[in-house]
């Protein structure tokens, strides 16, 4: 009896150390909050990025996209914001890869996972690997190195020490730089300052290997018989740039299609006075399939942007000013041979908004 009496109590005993102990563990847990784990992704390579980017981000780039969301969305504290006009330069992969500018920095980021990387440049995309920064300054991204053109070319004819600006046109590794005499205001008779500005000197350039070669228009187009002309070069093709003769006497003007490898005029055809690129435009930005151009008007204060398709030889306006919202665009950039991205600011609305546009659509 007494035997069985004991050993209930040792059961009873045994259940009471267990209880308490159970007790105590959930005290602690209480009293000793253990935090979320937070597992940082792994970077990607670069083609790795690339096939993650194929997916959709929530992101309507059609309808457009404010500027304000997309650094919300990338976390961009507030006190290191530049201004939104300022803030984006390039976006590429349907909306994937975003370059942008803060006051710590140059960043590129992924939309995918919100990632962000600093960069050694900012400035106007020409493609994916170049860009370009300042005056005769340009940047390899593949190489991650900058590209000096003043320290490659002698340029001491030409202004050089005060332009933080240039009228930029690329085309497959290749710019076309108009280039300011120094002297068309100083040495040079009237006839010749004339000559210089109706008829400018352009610079072509390869960032790829470093050539190079001066395009002179009075060379080319120049008519001594007929003082109511003038003339404007782009670069259409790696080979091959567009030039608009102007009579201003009959308002009239040529487009002159000139290859460079055999310099010759291979084909000339009457151009819209009234489209922008008859007259001086500036920054024009090739498709990658060489069928379309990207540009704006030449000028201190430009604000519309425009599309032109060199096979139909039509001119779009992409960013109309005239309108409601006043919008000027700030931004643009070739993201494949029938997708392009650019930005806009309302002076209106007092607003960024960046958009992805397909041909189609602007035709």
Request: hydrophobic residues 35%.
């Amino acid at each position: 009896m007494n035997y069985r009496i004991n050993k209930i109590r040792n059961i009873m005993f045994i259940l009471l150390i267990v209880f308490a102990l159970s007790n105590m563990t959930a005290c602690q847990k209480a009293n000793n909050k253990v935090p979320d784990i937070v597992v940082s992704k792994p970077s990607t390579t670069r083609d790795a990025f690339h096939e993650k980017t194929q997916s959709e981000n929530n992101f309507d780039w059609n309808n457009g996209v404010k500027t304000k969301d997309i650094l919300d969305y990338l976390n961009v504290p507030i006190e290191e914001r530049k201004k939104e006009m300022e803030s984006i330069s390039s976006i590429f992969d349907k909306g994937h890869t975003i370059y942008f500018k803060t006051k710590n920095g140059n960043h590129k980021a992924s939309i995918s996972d919100k990632r962000a990387e600093t960069v050694n440049h900012y400035g106007r995309a020409l493609d994916r690997r170049y860009t370009y920064i300042h005056g005769f300054l340009f940047y390899d991204t593949i190489e991650n190195r900058e590209i000096n053109v003043t320290n490659i070319v002698d340029l001491k004819d030409y202004e050089t020490d005060h332009v933080n600006v240039l009228e930029v046109d690329y085309c497959q590794n290749k710019v076309l730089i108009s280039c300011h005499s120094k002297n068309a205001n100083k040495d040079m008779t009237t006839w010749g300052a004339y000559l210089e500005t109706a008829f400018p000197t352009y610079l072509l350039f390869d960032l790829q290997d470093y050539s190079y070669e001066f395009i002179k228009l009075s060379k080319i187009v120049y008519d001594k018989n007929n003082a109511d002309t003038s003339a404007d070069a782009i670069l259409i093709d790696s080979d091959k740039i567009l030039i608009s003769y102007k009579d201003r006497k009959v308002s009239k003007c040529k487009a002159i299609i000139y290859d460079l490898s055999i310099k010759k005029v291979i084909e000339e055809y009457e151009l819209d006075w009234n489209f922008k690129i008859a007259h001086r435009i500036a920054d024009c930005v090739v498709s990658p399939d060489g069928k379309y151009l990207l540009y704006h008007e030449s000028g201190q204060t430009p604000v519309e942007l425009f599309l032109y398709d060199i096979e139909k030889r039509k001119e779009y306006n992409v960013v109309d000013y005239e309108t409601e919202r006043e919008e000027i665009y700030t931004f643009y950039n070739w993201d494949s041979e029938n997708i392009f991205f650019y930005g806009t600011y309302s002076a209106a609305a007092r607003e960024c908004i960046v958009y992805m546009r397909k041909l189609a659509e602007v035709q």
